[in-house]
């Protein structure tokens, strides 16, 4: 009963990461955030947020689109 339980949450936590892993994937590869660019935490800040918002438009795109 312990094994089902442990596999069923694993399954949820893997669902949820795949999930995380494919936005950060985005983020690095078409908007080349891998290092930081400016010095100081707010710039960095900002510029995570608007990456952030870019890479959601990005990724829903075709349902924000007419047919």
Partial sequence: ???EA???RNHT???VSAKVEHCVAVIKGVFGFTKLRYRGLEKNT???LVT???ANLLMIRRRLMPA
């Fill in 1 to 3: 009963m312990v094994d």
């Fill in 6 to 8: 442990q596999k069923a």
């Fill in 13 to 15: 936590k893997s669902r």
């Fill in 46 to 48: 900002q510029r995570l």
């Fill in 52 to 54: 952030g918002s870019l």
